[in-house]
């Protein structure tokens, strides 16, 4: 069973950076597309990015649209998520998760994701 863990949050100022890391164990990362999602108290979840099995086809929310980066290593089982200029408005929970239900080759934010981790918090303040 794919198991995930996040990391790599926390307390930025406005315009600071973060990457956060999704180690994987369990099963080989190659099978698996990853996406990362985002909850803020009140809110719904919000899809904020994926990419594919192989890594080479990406998709943002346009929230998070050239300001995020996602990328994944899969020899090393790690998934990233670069965050850069990040905004007060970015302050959330964010998750890493997993499907094998997609195409090596792309990836979808609306997809069903059904393995996931526990969260890291990341929270944007002066």
């Known amino acids: 069973q794919l198991q995930l863990v996040e990391s790599g949050g926390g307390l930025v100022q406005p315009g600071g950076s973060l990457r956060l890391s999704c180690a994987v164990s369990?099963?080989?990362?190659?099978?698996?597309?990853i996406g990362w999602f985002r909850q803020a108290p009140g809110k719904e979840r919000e899809a904020v990015s994926c990419?594919?099995?192989?890594?080479?086809?990406?998709n943002y929310a346009d929230s998070v649209k050239g300001r995020f980066t996602i990328s994944k290593d899969n020899a090393k089982a790690l998934a990233y998520l670069q965050m850069n200029s990040l905004q007060p408005e970015d302050t959330a929970v964010y998750y890493c998760?997993?499907?094998?239900?997609?195409?090596?080759?792309?990836?979808?934010?609306?997809?069903?994701?059904?393995?996931w981790g526990q969260g890291t918090q990341v929270t944007v303040s002066p």
């Open positions: 369990g099963a080989t990362l190659s099978y698996y597309a």
């Open positions: 998760a997993a499907t094998a239900k997609t195409s090596r080759y792309t990836c979808a934010l609306g997809a069903v994701y059904d393995l």
């Open positions: 990419v594919s099995k192989g890594g080479g086809s990406t």
